[in-house]
């Protein structure tokens, strides 16, 4: 009797063990270069200098999908344009005390030079401090730390975002319209800095439009479509959501089309990653704002290559221009998250 | 005179047993009065089946935990179960168009993590909180694997089940009722139901007595794998998308409906219906706080009261009897 229980058990794991290896095989492409760091010390790709450089690359969250955006492009980039650097990513995991735990290995690894996504831009200070004085410098990639300025930084001003975003609102938006809001979760650095360029290009500049409500979405598809499912009961007319991201306006457009009220009912937001760029080019999202992952991991990557080769080691603060998305330029879009593989 | 006394203890004693016995039930009733008044949208039948199909994913995981904390164990790993399995159920939809098939790979990556975490926790005596923690890392981790990351996007007709209708009904809100009536005929009607009872309200007698204890509990894993795949499958359609993100913190999220529910840590105590108004409980106190527009800090800080309130009265209302009332 036991032993045929665990003989089942044993063609269940099995099958478990096979689900797994399928899994492996179908997404090889996209993740067999996050390896650890021992791996990253292969001397393979050495250019005609022969050196081979060692760049760590500390990504956000790899369940982020910019965050994986910016770590495939860096890792594409790196073979294509660079092929003296070694790239090795580690995953952040959303979280600070992992992020600080990341850094410290990649310093005992010691690597030419660090990547940094950060997670967080007050704590992830005396880490990168702590990298520098043992003689490794580190390139921010998608938002500053508070350094005053002592390390190069890749971002895009996340007002700026929010700007291009309202605006195109402000355009749109009928005479009296009424808006919701969905921000971010409280107290981020990219969700404050959208609201505030909400409020400078939309808000400030249409005085006749109406925020019905405002609430935290943090970021969640599946919050964002509870959430406007409940205004949708509170409020009759609602002319639109603007939304600190794409992903909650995504589930506030989900909410609308359920509910049927969808006749002159625009939907903004802000990333434009390939979900968004589908639902804009199925006229369902109205407008999003890209902050370019690729440009972003390209410049990050030219300043690390300066860094390592002596080219410049002085600090360089790179400003990758935000790129609003609508109908009329989304096909251009589409075809850059094909050749990422992000659209099959 | 005496009898008049009598007739009073009486009826004393009917009140006292209607709430002890449905006290959980009068805060739900209660809620739902005060809700109605300070909401004119809260009894359009367009939002109570807006709230019933907003709790259905978290209710129909709730009802997996039931039976496992009543048998005296919990599964930390439906969140990250619901995200497996959705995705791979939206990609076996993607490879065949059958929305059936899709549903059984659900049901199946659910029933085999249960499988799993049944084995460890009877084979090697493992706590069952250690084991699901580890499955909640690893069915995550393997659904980040297999999508690197990125969410399966223009899913097609798969959204129908989680947005789609039969007549009135929403689909998740069939499968959720689907699954009480499941959860309630094993706890009232099968001798699972009974061992369940028994092994969580001790454990050594049951052995004693002869209930196959080990293969009970892999069962129960089972089941409440199966649930979190059937779930797992109607958020993907939901959110009419293949999230690899999707879930996370949802267990808690159901367990709180259990506890509410009346469901017991310490094993052997919980009912379906319970948990069933547990879940209400919470989605309505979402609901009304969105509808009443109320800050989200303030939100959190009203839930947490709300959620300690309603265990506490129905904790006091149960244990009248046994302790000496103070005048």
Same mark, same amino acid.
């Given at each position: ?34 390896? $650890?760091?021992? +791996? ?65 290995? +990649? ?27 043992? /003689? ?5 990639? $998608? ?9 190069? =930084? ?21 005479? $009296? ?15 404050? @800095? ?92 109205? +407008? ?37 998305? =609508? ?18 | ?91 076996? *939809?993607?490879? =065949? @168009? ?21 084995? &460890? ?24 694997? *297999? ?8 899913? /097609?007709? &798969?959204?129908?089940? /989680? ?31 009974? *061992? ?5 309200? $001790? ?38 998308? @293949? ?21 017991? &840590?310490? @094993? ?60």
């Amino acid at each position: 009797m036991k032993k045929a229980l665990i003989k089942r058990l044993l063609a269940g794991i099995l099958a478990v063990v096979m689900v797994m290896g399928m899994v492996g095989c179908a997404s090889s492409g996209e993740s067999s270069e996050t390896s $650890n760091l021992s +791996a990253g010390k292969t001397s393979e790709g050495s250019t005609s200098s022969g050196k081979t450089y060692n760049v760590v690359f500390i990504a956000k969250a790899l369940s982020d999908p910019f965050s994986t955006w910016l770590s495939t492009s860096i890792e594409k980039i790196a073979k294509e344009k660079y092929p003296n650097i070694k790239v090795s990513t580690i995953d952040g995991q959303n979280a600070v005390d992992k992020q600080i735990a990341a850094m410290e290995t +990649a310093v005992s690894q010691k690597p030419d030079c660090i990547i940094l996504q950060m997670v967080d831009s007050v704590a992830m200070v005396d880490p990168v401090n702590a990298a520098r004085e043992a /003689g490794i410098q580190t390139v921010m990639v $998608n938002g500053a730390i508070d350094d005053n300025g002592a390390n190069s =930084t890749v971002d895009s001003n996340p007002e700026e975002q929010g700007k291009l975003m309202a605006a195109k609102a402000a355009e749109l938006l009928p005479k $009296n319209a009424n808006i919701v809001i969905m921000d971010g979760p409280a107290g981020n650095w990219h969700s404050n @800095g959208r609201r505030a360029g909400v409020k400078a290009a939309l808000l400030d500049v249409r005085s006749d439009v109406k925020v019905l409500a405002e609430k935290e979405a943090n970021w969640n598809k599946d919050e964002g479509m509870a959430l406007m499912e409940d205004w949708l009961q509170t409020f009759p007319k609602i002319d639109a959501v603007i939304s600190m991201n794409d992903n909650m306006s995504l589930g506030a457009l989900e909410a609308v089309k359920a509910s049927g009220k969808t006749e002159g009912f625009t939907a903004y937001g802000v990333d434009g990653l390939a979900d968004a760029c589908l639902s804009i080019d199925a006229g369902e999202l109205t +407008a999003s704002v890209v902050q370019d992952g690729y440009a972003q991991a390209e410049a990050a990557l030219k300043i690390a290559n300066d860094i390592v080769t002596g080219a410049n080691t002085q600090v360089q603060l790179i400003d990758v221009p935000a790129v609003l998305i =609508t109908k009329d330029n989304v096909s251009e879009w589409l075809q850059k998250h094909k050749d990422n593989g992000f659209i099959k | 005179m005496k009898s008049d006394e009598k007739a009073a203890a009486t009826k004393i004693s009917v009140i006292e047993t209607i709430i002890k016995k449905y006290g959980i039930y009068l805060v739900l009733l209660v809620m739902i009065i005060i809700s109605a008044i300070i909401s004119p949208n809260f009894f359009d039948s367009k939002n109570l089946l807006n709230i019933a199909r907003q709790i259905s994913v978290t209710t129909i995981i709730a009802f997996g935990q039931t039976l496992l904390i009543i048998c005296g164990m919990i599964d930390l790993s439906s969140g990250s179960v619901v995200a497996l399995s959705g995705v791979l159920g939206v990609s076996v *939809y993607m490879a =065949t @168009g059958s929305l059936l098939f899709a549903i059984l790979v659900g049901i199946l990556i659910g029933a085999v993590t249960g499988i799993i975490s049944g084995f &460890f926790v009877t084979k090697y005596k493992m706590p069952p909180f250690i084991v699901t923690m580890a499955m909640q890392l690893v069915a995550r981790g393997a659904v980040y694997l *297999y999508t690197g990351g990125q969410p399966i996007y223009q899913i /097609g007709d &798969f959204k129908k089940l /989680g947005q789609g209708s039969i007549g009135f009904m929403p689909i998740p809100v069939f499968f959720m009722i689907l699954v009480a009536v499941c959860s309630w005929v094993i706890l009232n009607r099968m001798r699972l139901g009974r *061992y369940l009872y028994a092994i969580g309200g $001790n454990e050594d007698a049951s052995r004693a007595s002869g209930i196959h204890v080990g293969s009970v509990k892999i069962l129960a894993f089972v089941i409440s794998g199966v649930f979190a795949g059937v779930a797992g499958v109607l958020l993907m359609g939901r959110l009419n998308a @293949g999230l690899p993100q999707a879930g996370i913190n949802y267990e808690f999220d159901a367990i709180t409906a259990a506890i509410i529910g009346g469901t017991s &840590f310490t @094993g052997g105590i919980g009912t379906a219906a319970g948990t069933l108004v547990g879940a209400f409980i919470m989605g309505i106190l979402n609901n009304i706080l969105n509808l009443m527009n109320v800050q989200s800090y303030v939100q959190q800080i009203l839930k947490g009261v709300i959620i300690v309130a309603a265990v506490a009265i129905d904790i006091s209302t149960k244990t009248r009897k046994s302790k000496p009332v103070k005048m």
